[in-house]
C-alpha cells in the first residue's frame, strides 16, 4: 500500500500521529526534524504510530557533526593521532564533521559531579561522541545518562570494564604479547622481561599475551612496571630497574614503542649494544623504523581502528536500538633488526651502580 502525506494543522499529520501514538505533537515534530534529544523508546514508539498510520514519514537528515571526545590526556599520543585521522576521514567522505575536544576529569568522582564540555550539549549539532584518551567507566555512564551516541577504545578504559550500551573497539594486544614472546623464545631467549606501566589497560593487556607464552613455555614471567604516564620515562627507569637487580636479562619486551625509546636509552647508558647484548621488540608501530637499530614491533592499526569506530556510531545514530557491538581490530608482527639469537646461552645483566632505582618496586 502506498503512503500517503497528509497535511492537517502544522505539518504532515503531526496531530494525526500525536494521537496515534499518545504522545504530544512537539514530540512528534522532534522526531520526524531528526532531534538527538528523544528519547529512542518514544522515537521508534512515534515512527510505528505513522506506520499505522500510513503517513510517511521524511527522512531526518544525516549531516552533522561528532565529537572525537580525548580524555585524561595532556598531549595527543601519535597513536591517537592516526586514530583521529581516520575517524575525520570516514567523516569528510559521508559528509560528516568531526571536531577535537580534550576533556580531563576526576576518575574517581560519580558522573552526577562530572560536566560535559559545552559543545557535547548542543545537541542539535552534536550527534554522537568517539571516546578516546583513558576514557573511565563515570564518563560513560554519563554520556549514556545523557542519552548521547558513542563508541570507545576499550583497550584504553581505565578501572573494571563497564557494561556498556553503546559500541566498542578494541586492538587485540593480547594476540600482540603472543606473536612477540614467541618470537623471542623461538631465537633462544629465556631471561625476556616485561617493562611497561601494568596499571594502565593497554600495558596490562600486552603483559596478559606475555605471561601466558612465557608460563606456556614454562619460563619465568619477569615484571619491571614503573607508575607513570610518560611512555619514555617508563622504558628508560624500568630498564635501570631491572639492569641493577642483577638478574639475568637477554630481552625486553618494552609495552609499546615509546617505552623503547626509553629503554634503548636506559641500555646504552650500561654500555649495553641492541640486539647484540640485549634484544629489545616493543607495541604498536608508531616510532620503531626511526629508532637504531629498528625496532621489532607489533603493529596496530589505529587509522583503520578510526574509520571503523566513526562507521560504528554513524551506523547508531541512524539506528538506535541497536545492540552494543564489539570490534576487535588484528595485530601484525613486524620483525625488523632489534633482535637477536641468543649467543651460547649467554645472557647479560648489570652491575649494582644502579642501586639508586632498588626503591622502585618490582611488580
Known sequence: MTKTRKSKHGGPGLREIAAEANVSIATVSR?????ARVDPAMRKQVLDAADRLNIDTPQPSKSGALVFLLSNRTMLPPFHACILAGAESYCAAHGWDLFFVSLSYPPNATSRELH???????????????L?????????????QKNISYV???????????????????????RGGEDVT????????????????????????????????M????????????????????????????????????????????????????LREQGLRIPENISVVGCNDTVGDLLYPSLTTIREF??????????????????????????????????????????????HSADDSDSAFSAISQQ
Open 152 to 174: 570507545v577504545l576499550g583497550s584504553n578504559i581505565l578501572g573494571e570494564f563497564p557494561t556498556l550500551k553503546n559500541d566498542v573497539v578494541f586492538s587485540d594486544e593480547m
Open 31 to 35: 522526531v520526524l526534524n531528526g532531534n
Open 182 to 213: 614467541r618470537y623471542l623464545i623461538s631465537l633462544g631467549h629465556r631471561d625476556i622481561w616485561f617493562v611497561g606501566n601494568t596499571r594502565l589497560p593497554w600495558f596490562a593487556r600486552y603483559h596478559e599475551g606475555y605471561c601466558r607464552v
Open 215 to 266: 608460563e606456556e613455555a614454562s619460563l619465568t614471567p619477569r615484571l619491571s612496571s614503573i607508575d607513570s604516564e610518560d611512555d619514555t620515562e617508563i622504558g628508560y627507569l624500568g630498564t635501570k630497574y631491572l639492569l641493577s637487580t642483577g638478574e639475568p636479562v637477554s630481552a625486553i619486551f618494552a609495552g609499546n614503542d615509546s617505552s623503547a625509546c626509553g629503554v634503548y636509552k636506559g
Open 132 to 144: 578516546a584518551g583513558n576514557p573511565s567507566p563515570n564518563l560513560i555512564e554519563l554520556l549514556e
Open 302 to 347: 589505529p587509522e583503520q581502528m578510526g574509520r571503523h569506530m566513526a562507521e560504528l556510531l554513524l551506523e547508531r545514530i541512524a539506528n538506535p536500538e541497536l545492540e552494543s557491538r564489539r570490534l576487535m581490530m588484528p595485530t601484525q608482527f613486524i620483525r625488523r633488526d632489534s633482535c637477536a639469537p641468543v649467543a651460547g646461552g649467554e645472557t
Open 116 to 130: 560535559l564540555p559545552k559543545l557535547l550539549q548542543r545537541r542539535e549539532m552534536v550527534r554522537g561522541v568517539i
